[in-house]
């Protein structure tokens, strides 16, 4: 999932198209925290702050938000909320892993059987299946559900050969002189569907966020009448587990 993102974002050419791509990604996390699926934002998260989409500031630009870290927030809400949701597994994985390594199996020089250690494995473990007994009162759309199980954007690539065709592709759509590379298709109004928010019942789909521009400098400057901000530049975080 995380993979076919990046996929789409880096090969759409036209930046107004790619900013409602942006824009449609963004929304569909919205709902998906709404939803309380922790796995699922952090899987768009972790296609945005890749390295080829990261780089992306005229799509940015084109799109209503950016990403930023969400882990620290995200084990606030997790705490916080009432089940059922879908926590993020990469963190628990990593959690246990550095458990296993971090601490001996028996303690010397008895060999003792170390259940400090047994037991924080055991807590990690319980609070996933606290999550796992409380289903979603939802209705299964198979169409959807088989699209999704059977995403394969890169069948048989090596991990190098992904990376590589992404980032290729992101130079392309968008070169190092940043503006060299607003490629538009004149004629055509794109923008996002909007959601439907669960707090606004019976209203119709809301517009989509107002739009942020990150940087000063536009060859169209003139003509684009949207509030101006400095430039900020935030380095990309290192990749979460990617989710197939």
Request: with cysteine.
């Amino acid at each position: 999932f995380t993979r076919n993102l990046e996929k789409l974002i880096v090969e759409t050419e036209n930046i107004d198209e790619r900013g409602s791509l942006v824009q449609r990604i963004l929304e569909i996390m919205l709902v998906l925290q709404e939803h309380n699926n922790f796995n699922g934002v952090l899987a768009i998260t972790s296609a945005l702050n890749s390295s080829a989409v990261h780089r992306l500031l005229l799509t940015k630009d084109e799109a209503s938000s950016y990403i930023e870290d969400h882990f620290k927030i995200y084990w606030e809400k997790l705490r916080s909320i009432n089940p059922p949701c879908v926590p993020f597994f990469g963190q628990y994985q990593t959690n246990i892993l550095f458990l296993e390594e971090g601490n001996q199996d028996f303690l010397q020089p008895h060999k003792l059987i170390n259940f400090s250690k047994r037991r924080k494995v055991a807590e990690i473990i319980s609070e996933i299946q606290q999550y796992q007994n409380q289903p979603y009162c939802l209705s299964e759309v198979k169409r959807l559900k088989d699209y999704l199980e059977t995403l394969e954007p890169f069948p048989e690539w090596s991990e190098k050969d992904i990376t590589d065709h992404l980032w290729q592709n992101s130079i392309t759509i968008e070169p190092q002189k940043v503006y060299e590379g607003k490629i538009r298709w004149k004629g055509l109004t794109l923008r996002s569907p909007g959601i439907k928010p669960k707090n606004l019942p019976g209203k119709n789909h809301p517009n989509p966020l107002p739009k942020i521009r990150t940087h000063s400098v536009r060859s169209d400057a003139a003509e684009d009448p949207s509030p101006i901000t400095s430039p900020v530049y935030q380095s990309p975080l290192p990749d979460p587990p990617r989710l197939q």
